[in-house]
């Protein structure tokens, strides 16, 4: 069974940055993806998805260039550092393992196997 844990959220202002950490335990296979998915009221945004396998990469559009997604070399854990963080930004963000490894339906789609329990990204001035 899939246990999932979050780190790294807080609070900061508009231009500062955040690493979040997701750990994944109980994984028995290579070919899957993870992502992480902000929750603002009524939606829930994918944000970055990345295959385990291939290190392919999905960025939803407000990510692209200020955001990355990432896996060390263990594979574990998965974080994504964010840059120049905005008040748009803000809400709970999720990370999430799909038992297969297409990062673009995971991501658009929001499609998660296995969901973490969230950590607070506040961006404020």
């Known amino acids: 069974q899939l246990h999932i844990v979050e780190s790294g959220g807080g609070s900061v202002q508009p231009g500062g940055s955040l690493v979040l950490s997701c750990t994944a335990s109980?994984?028995?296979?290579?070919?899957?993806?993870m992502g992480w998915f902000r929750q603002v009221p009524n939606d829930r945004q994918g944000v970055a998805c990345i295959?385990?396998?291939?290190?392919?990469?999905f960025y939803a559009d407000s990510a692209k260039g200020r955001f990355t997604i990432s896996i060390d070399s263990a594979k574990n854990p998965m974080t994504l550092r964010m840059e120049s963080l905005d008040l748009y930004d803000s809400g709970m963000y999720y990370c999430?393992?799909?038992?297969?490894?297409?990062?673009?339906?995971?991501?658009?789609?929001?499609?998660?196997?296995?969901w973490g329990q969230g950590t607070q990204v506040t961006v404020s001035s």
């Open positions: 295959s385990r396998d291939d290190d392919f990469t």
């Open positions: 999430a393992v799909r038992l297969a490894p297409s990062v673009g339906t995971m991501c658009v789609r929001g499609d998660g196997d296995s």
């Open positions: 109980g994984i028995t296979s290579r070919n899957l993806a």
